[in-house]
């Protein structure tokens, strides 16, 4: 059974630093991963999205992917009060039965205090 | 959520009923699926759909049923639901997930009593 596995959290950081969020998954075929944004009583909402080893930066966001080591994170700089939320893992598989189908992690809540 | 809505938001309903859950797309994307969601056990895959007429089940299909008669609606019934069935149930759609993701419905808050 393919497993995607998020720091367990909830992580804390002052208003300002950086947050770190990481994501370990378990399927060496895996091709596509992007983490979620979810804020609480809402859905899941797509916040970063990557496919090659490295970094991929949109504003304060960025992913970084290490399909050697089967590792993904999205560091949040300059983090607000507003990026308090729970952030999901996912990812997605080319191959047979499981084409096409994300796999979530639990999710890692974050709260960024003034 | 803008061209994928769910209903009914909430609802309360008795053990042993049948529920039915809506899921009504604008975007014409292929696929739509269904997953709920708990403390603890994060997002689960129910059933999916591929096309018209053309379902699978996920990892927690048990109790549950789908049809999806045309591209733009994906119905999830609860033959007769549980209380291990009170959940968050979200829909989801995509036309390339591996390269887009999805995107998300409003969720609906299902408790049953």
């Known amino acids: 059974q393919k497993e995607v596995e998020q720091n367990s959290g909830p992580l804390s950081v002052p208003e300002g630093a950086i947050a770190s969020l990481n994501c370990t998954y378990s399927?060496?075929?895996?091709?596509?991963f992007f983490w979620y944004r979810q804020y609480s009583g809402k859905s899941p909402e797509l916040i970063m999205s990557?496919?090659?080893?490295g970094d991929k930066e949109d504003g304060r966001f960025t992913a970084q992917l290490n399909k050697a080591s089967q590792y993904v994170s999205l560091l949040i700089r300059d983090s607000q009060p507003s990026d308090s939320a729970t952030y999901l893992c996912?990812?997605?598989?080319?191959?047979?039965?499981?084409?096409?189908?994300?796999?979530f992690g639990q999710g890692t809540i974050l709260t960024v205090h003034p | 959520d803008a061209g994928i809505t769910q209903s009914p938001r909430h609802k309360v309903t008795e053990t042993g009923t049948p529920v039915t859950l809506r899921c009504h797309q604008t975007?014409?994307?292929?696929?739509m699926y269904w997953y709920r969601q708990d403390p603890g056990h994060g997002l689960r895959l129910i059933h999916y759909?591929?096309?018209?007429?053309?379902?699978d089940k996920g990892e927690v299909s048990d109790g549950y049923s789908v049809s999806r008669s045309k591209t733009e609606d994906f119905l999830l019934t609860l033959e007769s639901a549980t209380s291990s069935q009170t959940s968050v149930y979200f829909c989801?759609?995509?036309?390339?997930?591996?390269?887009?993701?999805?995107?998300f419905g409003s969720g609906t808050r299902l408790t049953v009593v």
């Open positions: 399927d060496r075929g895996s091709q596509s």
């Open positions: 759909s591929y096309g018209v007429k053309d379902t």
């Open positions: 975007e014409n994307h292929r696929y």
């Open positions: 989801a759609i995509s036309e390339y997930s591996l390269r887009y993701g999805y995107t």
């Open positions: 990557i496919y090659s080893n």
């Open positions: 996912a990812v997605g598989y080319a191959g047979g039965t499981s084409y096409g189908k994300l796999t």
